[in-house]
């Protein structure tokens, strides 16, 4: 009897932790993606679905649904709610598409968009961040593919992908780009000007023979450049 008694006990713990993540991930929505002009309402209920504590570090987790980036390691941060919804929005990710996310880190940005139905590429230069958000996906069960490597090659093996996802800042687009965007594909991330804060983009290849992109910028938000995008290479703006 006091087996099962202890045992009530675990239970109704691990379930009052489970309605309080839940009561954080709505409260996440409502305060601060809502008011904020994200009105997508699959990317809202991606995000109130997904538990984001999972994605960062353990002695983290309490703060895992605050308005600010969280350090995870060398440099690196989960990114704000309210950017990662930004950066969603302006992806405009749809059911059956391809998508690239470079910088997945632990695995939150990928893991929303196979939740909204896309096949996920998820590319990564940190095996340890790898390998937390690759148990994170396995965890539930979404279609994420892991690639270890360095995140200015992309993964040609998987190209052409209809959305490019850079989970972070980056200085100017690398080649691959060009190479592994499909037709009329979007490219999102945040561009990083000397001197100035990072800002939010979205590229979409114009309806031409130029093969050039067209860019389009949102709002600043303060997140660090991801390793190896640090140098212009191709783009200038």
């Not at 929505?29 to 994200?38: F, K």
């Not at 590319?123 to 148990?135: H, I, K, P, R, V």
Request: charged share 20%.
């Amino acid at each position: 009897m006091i087996l099962q008694a202890g045992t009530a006990t675990l239970a109704e713990k691990k379930e009052t932790e489970a309605e309080m993540w839940v009561e954080a991930r709505s409260l996440m929505v409502d305060d601060q993606l809502r008011p904020t002009e994200i009105t997508n309402p699959l990317i809202l209920k991606a995000m109130r679905s997904l538990p984001r504590e999972l994605c960062v570090l353990p002695q983290q987790q309490a703060a895992a649904y605050a308005d600010t980036s969280l350090p995870l390691s060398a440099g690196r941060v989960l990114a704000q709610p309210l950017l990662t919804a930004r950066l969603l929005q302006a992806a405009d990710p749809q059911k059956g598409e391809r998508a690239l996310v470079v910088g997945a880190g632990t695995g939150y940005a990928a893991g929303l968009l196979a939740s909204l139905g896309l096949s996920v590429t998820a590319l990564e230069s940190d095996s340890a961040l790898a390998a937390q958000g690759q148990s994170f996906c396995q965890q539930l069960g979404l279609n994420v593919t892991w690639n270890i490597g360095p995140l200015d090659h992309g993964v040609p093996d998987n190209a052409p992908y209809d959305l490019i996802y850079f989970d972070g800042a980056l200085c100017a687009l690398p080649e691959f780009c060009t190479r592994d965007l499909a037709p009329k594909g979007r490219i999102v991330g945040l561009l990083q000007k000397a001197g100035k804060l990072p800002e939010i983009f979205r590229a979409r290849e114009v309806s031409d023979e130029t093969n050039s992109l067209m860019f389009t910028f949102l709002a600043e938000a303060r997140v660090p450049v991801l390793p190896g995008l640090e140098a212009e290479r191709q783009f200038t703006f």
